[in-house]
């Protein structure tokens, strides 16, 4: 047996809050040898990106080691000076983090930051750059590119090639695939698994998605409230998980074998509820029609002859990888993008198009948003991927939902506005002392629920969810996509849902739209598509879903 690279012994954090310390992490130990990964799970708020970040000698402002050790080779990070540490970041240990776009320098070419990130005393930094980008899978010719330039796998790729330039013992992975389509996923996730056995790399990977730790670690830690629950290996902990907490985390992760959204008792009790029941969707008044769009940016066709229509009470799903079009038809229906071509139409409840307002069509959602009537900039609204951005930090949770309350007219006066945001609030399924709150002051969860709220607050017939559930832990996750199925059935609300989790449109979507590069290349039921998809494309997608689904064998053969 190795000596490990890393070993955590009763690590105990705390933050410090006005005169008292707050715990943050307690008793967590651990060690990791060479050629190994551990994984580190639990929900937000756990420790787990806490415990990691440690392992590089980083502390957030505030914090202190109150219990434990933190050691790399056996020598304590934290009674290392800091010049001691500087060094053993440059040469022992290494993060690639969840937002490579963030990490790299934007103003600088990608060759020059893979230069930088090199040891002294490197002979031919060019050639041992284009090594570096071969080695990740890359053209080396993408050196002189700066980092928008690339796409967000490319850019995920050029952060691991920083990370492993030094040739470091151990790599931290914060979420390193949060954002990613299933496709560049599976390329980042094998490269990673690559490096690893060809250099004898020790990882500990934090990840809230759980089919990437099963298919990554070869042993677990689950934490809660900043302590260790269960820690196994990972084929018996995901065989058998031996606390409630862990089976309701396994369970709450969405399957592609899933009929509808699951629903997770207490005990980690695993049921799928039923569809949403009603007319059949044939029946239901269309609630958005386009016809043959095309969406431009600067010459280059990003959309091109696309056409659907989203009835009231369904939820319509839009998949593809990363540059697919998705998006950018989103944002295009939202009012944020002027098409190029074709229409796009919001439809009454009657099933007609809206009547005219000065000789133009209300419902031309073709139109920008600032140039549209308020009526149709009330009936459309956008739930989006990061709440985070979206909210005003400096503005309470009720202020946020009272200025579209204001501006739809949906209610007047002040007592009247104040309880049709106690209502929003309740809808979203939040006690009402969220709406005294700042953004800072609420989970992820809370805040996407918040961002839903927003986007109800004129009682639109249709909401665009772009991505909404990207970022978050698999237990929000569920809870989020039952407020978002409960509120289409409640409202008879037509949904438009972005996203390239194929687990979790096969559990909500009724319909599904597959796009590839700008183009539809499938379109059906959800059923349908799942189990018979008829385009080599959305089939490709479908085999490296499976990659990482709890309902796939792990032995699942690669596309």
């Known amino acids: 047996m190795s000596?490990?690279?890393?070993?955590?012994?009763?690590?105990?954090?705390?933050?410090?809050?006005?005169?008292?310390?707050?715990?943050?992490?307690?008793?967590?130990?651990?060690?990791?040898?060479?050629?190994?990964?551990?994984?580190?799970?639990?929900?937000?708020?756990?420790?787990?990106?806490?415990?990691?970040?440690?392992?590089?000698?980083h502390l957030r402002r505030g914090s202190r080691i109150t219990a434990g050790t933190v050691a790399l080779h056996g020598e304590d990070v934290f009674a290392a000076g800091p010049r001691r540490v500087r060094a053993l970041r440059r040469g022992t240990v290494a993060m690639v983090a969840q937002n490579s776009g963030a990490v790299l320098t934007p103003s600088m070419r990608i060759g020059v930051q893979l230069a930088e990130a090199l040891p002294e005393g490197t002979g031919d930094r060019d050639t041992r750059v284009a090594e570096l980008l071969d080695r990740v899978r890359l053209d080396p010719a993408l050196a002189p590119r700066y980092p928008h330039q690339l796409s967000g796998g490319q850019q995920q790729r050029v952060s691991i090639a920083m990370a492993v330039a030094a040739r470091p013992d151990l790599l931290v992975l914060d979420e390193p695939t949060t954002g990613l389509d299933v496709l560049t996923q599976e390329e980042v996730l094998r490269l990673l698994a690559e490096l690893a056995e060809a250099d004898g790399l020790a990882s500990v990977?934090?990840?809230?998605?759980?089919?990437?730790?099963?298919?990554?670690?070869?042993?677990?830690?689950?934490?809660?409230?900043?302590?260790?629950?269960?820690?196994?290996?990972?084929?018996?902990?995901?065989?058998?998980?031996?606390?409630?907490?862990?089976?309701?985390?396994?369970?709450?992760?969405?399957?592609?074998?899933?009929?509808?959204?699951?629903?997770?008792?207490?005990?980690?009790?695993?049921?799928?509820?039923?569809?949403?029941?009603?007319?059949?969707?044939?029946?239901?008044?269309?609630?958005?029609?386009?016809?043959?769009?095309?969406?431009?940016?600067?010459?280059?066709v990003a959309v091109e002859d696309v056409s659907f229509t989203v009835r009231r009470g369904e939820v319509l799903a839009i998949v593809g990888e990363s540059g697919s079009g998705k998006s950018t038809l989103a944002r295009a229906l939202a009012g944020l993008v002027t098409p190029a071509g074709g229409t796009l139409r919001l439809r009454t409840p009657s099933g007609t198009p809206d009547g005219d307002h000065g000789g133009s069509p209300a419902g031309d959602l073709s139109r920008p948003a600032g140039r549209r009537p308020v009526e149709v900039r009330r009936a459309l609204q956008?739930?989006?991927?990061?709440?985070?951005?979206?909210?005003n930090p400096r503005r309470t949770v009720g202020s946020s939902l009272a200025r579209p309350v204001r501006l739809f007219g949906t209610a007047t006066g002040r007592t009247g506005?104040?309880?049709r945001v106690a209502e929003l609030v309740a809808d979203v399924r939040l006690d009402a002392s969220f709406a005294g709150r700042l953004p800072a002051q609420l989970s992820g969860g809370q805040r996407q629920r918040v961002g839903i709220a927003r986007a109800l607050a004129g009682d639109p017939a249709v909401v665009v969810a772009d991505e909404v559930t990207t970022a978050l832990d698999v237990s929000v996750q569920a809870s989020v996509l039952a407020l978002l199925d409960d509120l289409r059935r409640e409202r008879d609300l037509a949904v438009l849902l972005i996203s390239h989790d194929l687990a979790v449109v096969r559990g909500i979507a009724d319909r599904v739209l597959v796009l590839r590069h700008g183009r539809?290349?499938?379109?059906?039921?959800?059923?349908?598509?799942?189990?018979?998809?008829?385009?080599?494309?959305?089939?490709?997608?479908?085999?490296?879903?499976?990659?990482?689904?709890?309902?796939?064998?792990?032995?699942?053969?690669?596309?």
């Open 520 to 559: 539809v290349v499938e379109h059906g039921p959800t059923a349908e598509v799942f189990a018979d998809p008829q385009h080599p494309y959305t089939r490709e997608l479908l085999t490296a879903a499976r990659y990482t689904d709890l309902g796939s064998p792990e032995e699942t053969p690669a596309p």
């Open 205 to 300: 990977l934090v990840s809230h998605d759980l089919g990437v730790v099963r298919r990554m670690a070869d042993e677990v830690l689950v934490l809660r409230d900043g302590e260790p629950v269960e820690q196994r290996p990972a084929p018996e902990l995901f065989a058998g998980p031996r606390t409630d907490y862990t089976r309701r985390l396994l369970a709450s992760v969405p399957r592609l074998t899933d009929t509808g959204l699951a629903e997770v008792g207490a005990d980690g009790t695993r049921t799928v509820r039923d569809r949403a029941a009603g007319a059949p969707a044939g029946d239901r008044p269309v609630a958005v029609q386009v016809d043959g769009a095309r969406i431009t940016y600067g010459g280059t």
């Open 382 to 391: 956008m739930a989006f991927q990061s709440a985070d951005t979206a909210l």
């Open 417 to 419: 506005v104040a309880r």
């Open 3 to 57: 000596a490990p690279v890393a070993r955590v012994s009763g690590l105990g954090i705390a933050y410090r809050a006005g005169r008292a310390d707050v715990p943050v992490v307690r008793g967590v130990s651990f060690a990791v040898e060479p050629g190994c990964t551990l994984g580190l799970v639990g929900e937000s708020g756990s420790g787990k990106s806490t415990v990691a970040a440690a392992l590089l000698g």
